[in-house]
């Protein structure tokens, strides 16, 4: 994506310029953002997908009693001409090509921080309530119309013992009337609150951030991965070191210590080994990059993958037309020479072919970049068009 054209779907600015003033930082309305959109999913489609077990939803409604919240599936829901409830299907990507394809749009962010789709249908006068979010996220009307109220305010305080998050002192400083098409970007913190206005859908493109907590616990559980791989040539758990990482396997040993008359204390020599041996851990950046590569390619246990073209072996060479392209499921992301694959380090290094199929999720087969792949990386192709990870799309 060139980073410097202005997008209709960021107001007519570059994602450069969104990026360094916009993101993070400050609301921004953008009016057809996508002129005459039309929705993949209808709202019969959307009360449909929420049966299936795979699809995570929730029921919201407001009565005498306040707020409510069911979570699905859901077999029967309140009746269409029944106001005040809105049904919210999380990532609807892993489950709808078109929206997938729409959700790619918004790859001016890395895919490291692209989360999901989630399409939400109302009924009048239905919503999720004032509260904020703690990620990013553009909210684009697909049907009908949704008033949204927002607020930078200061006070986050939340409704208590509610089982969702409402504010309680919400102070709404701006009013948009969305239509479909439209689109309203906010940042994180940004309190807002969304009514429907008669029968309406809206798709929030979400954004997902760690917490330094997150990123220590992936650091200490690579690094846990490394060590119990690496005492494979000492007999350990692994028949084979696959992590490079260095070796602990190396026994305690305290030949010449003293006999002890307090035989409960912990011996220092021991503390300190202890200290010894995690000091050898390095926790640099060839850690950190294995931990996140897997981590952010890990597919959701919901996505599913189905082969379209298992039978066409690549090794020979790839057909003279059509393109290879990823399933919307898959996630294939690389950091220097290293290439990953839904939540797997790959068998083959990130070559520029690789890292371009990853950039544009698609290869054509009759370009450049696919003459130059190595019979090594078509093998590998091969075996992703089997697992469905990657599909043959003809002309
Ligand atoms: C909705 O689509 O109703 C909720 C989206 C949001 O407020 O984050
Ligand atoms: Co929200």
């Known amino acids: 994506m060139n980073i410097d054209q202005p997008l209709a779907l960021l107001g007519g600015i570059t994602p450069r310029h969104f990026m360094r003033h916009y993101w993070q930082r400050k609301p921004l309305l953008i009016r057809q953002a996508i002129p005459g959109f039309k929705p993949s999913l209808s709202i019969a489609n959307i009360k449909q997908l929420v049966k299936r077990e795979e699809v995570e939803s929730r029921l919201i409604w407001r009565d005498e009693s306040g707020w409510n919240m069911k979570t699905g599936p859901f077999k029967r829901l309140p009746a269409a001409g029944k106001p005040n409830w809105s049904l919210l299907a999380q990532s609807v990507d892993l489950h709808d090509d078109a929206t997938a394809a729409l959700m790619r749009r918004f790859r001016f962010i890395s895919d490291a921080r692209l989360d999901d789709a989630m399409i939400s249908i109302a009924t009048d006068g239905g919503g999720v309530g004032p509260h904020f979010d703690s990620y990013d996220v553009f909210l684009l ?14 006070d986050l305080t939340l409704e208590p013992g509610l089982p969702l998050k409402i504010l309680q002192n919400f102070q709404a400083e701006e009013e948009f009337l969305l239509e479909p098409g439209d ?22 493109i979400g954004f997902r951030a760690p917490t330094q907590a997150t990123l220590a616990c ?19 758990l692994y028949a084979n070191p696959v992590i490079p990482g260095p070796s602990l396997s190396a026994t305690f040993k305290d030949a010449g210590v003293a006999a002890t008359a307090t035989p409960a204390a912990l011996p220092d020599s021991l503390v300190e080994a202890a200290v010894k041996a995690i000091a050898k851990i390095r926790y640099d950046k060839t850690l950190a990059a294995r931990f996140l590569g897997q981590w952010l390619t890990d597919i959701p246990p919901n996505a599913y993958f189905e082969p379209s073209s298992e039978d066409l072996d690549l090794s020979a060479g790839l057909p003279v037309s059509g393109k290879l392209a990823l399933d919307r499921c898959s996630r294939l992301m690389y950091r220097d ?55 043959y799309i003809p002309d």
């Open 183 to 204: 689109m309203l970007y906010l940042p994180p913190h940004a309190a807002h609150d969304g009514v429907a206005v008669g029968d309406c859908m809206t798709i929030s």
């Open 337 to 391: 020479r290293e290439l990953f694959i839904n939540g797997e380090v790959a068998a083959i290094p990130a070559s520029p072919r690789l890292r371009l199929l990853a950039d544009e999720r698609e290869l054509a087969c009759a370009s450049q970049a696919a003459a130059r792949l190595k019979e090594e990386e078509r093998r590998v192709l091969t075996e992703w068009l089997q697992e469905g990870w990657l599909h």
């Open 218 to 236: 992936g650091m200490l559980e690579a690094a846990n991965d490394q060590i119990l791989a690496n005492l494979g040539d000492t007999g350990g």
């Open 141 to 154: 009307q697909a049907h009908g119309q949704r008033r949204w109220r927002i607020s930078q305010q200061k």
